[in-house]
């Protein structure tokens, strides 16, 4: 009897957790979509910034957020998933690798203004990249490495051994393995790390400030060396710069509405694929 109360308590606390998650959450996304969608137009999504940020549209913004985005995963991903495979697959059990590990798992909470003071010094000045998309890109790489790395991680762990042993069993090679057999198994776990990591990446304001973000841009980048205005950064400098708070203000709102729908659209879509994968596996 005393368990069965106890169960039930139980599912009662899961289940007002889990309802105060989704209304804060329907709370926040009502709330921009209420201030944002006055501002959102044609022209405010395929114009460029006129009068000082107060007319015109964030298509620039747009542009440079989608770049800086696309550009860090492509950097973060290969990387993270090849150390996931060495750390998991190849490296021998030792203190020297459960200390990396651990490292690992302590630079993914490191807040993400060190990582641009790091971007800032090392690409910017060092390298001579300058405030440009590469310096972003490659800065916001090393910062959602560590998430993509455990993320891998533990999904390369959950794949059953004998999985492992059946396909070596078979002749396979060790690598003939991982990649047919292991990764294939590990993908949906991996891309909810390039999920969270996207929405990461789409929504940080000190990396880019301080390694690829300008705060005024009437055209577009020309290469991967030219500064780039991001959504993030447009909507932090919208709210704490200039002399029209009321214009800008609005426009602040709508570039965070359409942030948080590519933000949505990128994780519906890699959900998708997540779960095309597990039905496939």
């Known amino acids: 009897m005393n368990k069965d109360i106890t169960q039930k308590l139980g599912f009662i606390c899961l289940s007002l957790c889990a309802l105060i998650t989704v209304f804060f959450l329907g709370t926040l996304i009502y709330f921009i979509v209420v201030r ?58 030792s203190v020297v690798v459960n200390i990396i590990r651990i490292s690992i798992n302590n630079l993914a909470g490191v807040p993400s203004v060190v990582f641009g003071l790091f971007g800032m010094a090392v690409f910017v000045k060092f390298l001579g990249f300058g405030v440009s998309i590469l310096s972003g890109c490659l800065t916001l790489a090393i910062m959602v490495l560590p998430s993509i790395i455990s993320a891998s991680q533990e999904s390369l762990m959950a794949v059953p051994q ?13 690598w003939y393995t991982i990649k047919k057999i292991v990764v294939p198994s590990a993908l949906p776990g991996i891309l909810t790390g390039v999920i969270l990591s996207v929405g990461r990446v789409a929504g940080e304001t000190a990396p880019i400030l301080f390694t690829a973000g300008t705060f005024y841009m009437r055209g577009y980048p020309k290469s991967i060396f030219s500064e780039v205005m991001a959504l993030p950064y447009h909507i932090y400098a919208l709210m704490t710069e200039g002399a029209h708070p009321v214009a800008q203000t609005k426009i602040a709102y709508g570039c965070a509405l359409i942030l948080l729908i590519l933000v949505l659209t990128v994780s519906t879509l890699a959900i998708f694929i997540r779960q095309k994968q597990r039905s496939m596996s």
């Open 36 to 93: 944002g969608a006055g501002a959102i137009s044609w022209q405010f999504l395929t114009d460029v910034p006129r009068k000082f940020m107060t007319q015109g549209g964030v298509a620039p913004a747009i542009v440079g957020t989608f770049y800086l985005t696309l550009g860090s995963i492509m950097i973060a991903l290969p990387l993270g998933l090849a150390c996931a495979v060495y750390l998991c697959e190849y490296s021998p059990k």
């Open 162 to 174: 004998s999985y492992r042993e059946a396909s070596l069993a078979l002749g396979a090679t060790q």
